[in-house]
């Protein structure tokens, strides 16, 4: 299995705080992406980062990719109660169809 | 229209049941998934439909029955379900590998 797995499990930060979740995974890649889930509701894309890309910035958002490593982080800056989610990272492989294989995720709190 | 949406939102069901899950996307995408969701668990991958036809199966019982009438449509049937599987039931498409997703149903079989 390729499922990536995320670290921490949870993480607790106070507002404007930075968070920094970890994803590792096993096999070869196209891609990695970042998705967030809101409690029990649908997942909202973030950020892809290609297998060639090393790092990618959205807004708030930094994203790295060791493919030597096998490893990706993502990083929110200044972070917001609004942030308060699970966030899941994703390895994206075309095999025929294109399939994303979903990591445990992180649950992230952030305190106001 | 970036939205795929999906159809109930809540669906309550005995094991004698037939029901259907509905999802749709406007957004011209021609790959369309169905995903089962534990609570606490990552979304696990179902069926896969690549231009209305079904490419990817990962060894779903055959208690769920996936259709796909058009490329805006894809339908999930259900019938005779155990409590196992409850869970929340999450449609998605994709777009040069990102993929889209929609609110969700959340599925209690009694």
């Not at chain 2, 406007?26 to 231009?51: C, D, I, N, T």
């Given at each position: 299995s390729q499922q990536g797995e995320e670290d921490p499990q949870a993480l607790s930060i106070q507002e404007g705080e930075n968070a920094t979740m970890n994803c590792s995974y096993k096999t070869s890649i196209n891609n990695l992406q970042w998705y967030r889930q809101n409690s029990g509701r649908g997942l909202v894309h973030l950020i892809l980062i290609r297998s060639n890309e090393r790092e990618k910035h959205s807004g708030r958002l930094r994203v790295t990719l060791d493919t030597s490593k096998k490893s990706s982080s993502l990083l929110i800056t200044a972070s917001r109660a609004a942030d308060t989610a699970s966030y899941f990272c994703a390895t994206g492989v075309r095999a025929g169809s294109y399939q994303l294989t979903f990591g445990k995720g992180t649950k992230l709190s952030v305190i106001p | 229209d970036t939205e795929v949406t999906q159809t109930p939102k809540h669906?309550?069901?005995?094991?004698?049941?037939?029901?259907?899950?509905?999802?749709?996307?406007?957004?011209?995408?021609?790959?369309?998934?169905?995903?089962?969701?534990?609570?606490?668990?990552?979304?696990?991958?179902?069926?896969?439909?690549?231009?209305?036809?079904?490419s990817i199966n990962e060894s779903v019982p055959s208690r769920f029955s996936p259709e796909c009438p058009n490329s805006s449509l894809l339908n999930l049937h259900l019938h005779a379900l155990q409590p196992e599987d409850s869970a929340l039931y999450l449609c998605a498409s994709s777009q040069e590998g990102t993929q889209y997703f929609g609110p969700g149903t959340r599925l209690l079989v009694l």
């Open positions: - | 669906l309550v069901m005995g094991m004698t049941n037939k029901k259907s899950l509905k999802c749709e996307q406007h957004m011209g995408h021609r790959a369309m998934y169905w995903y089962k969701q534990k609570a606490k668990k990552p979304p696990e991958l179902m069926f896969v439909y690549s231009y209305e036809k079904l």
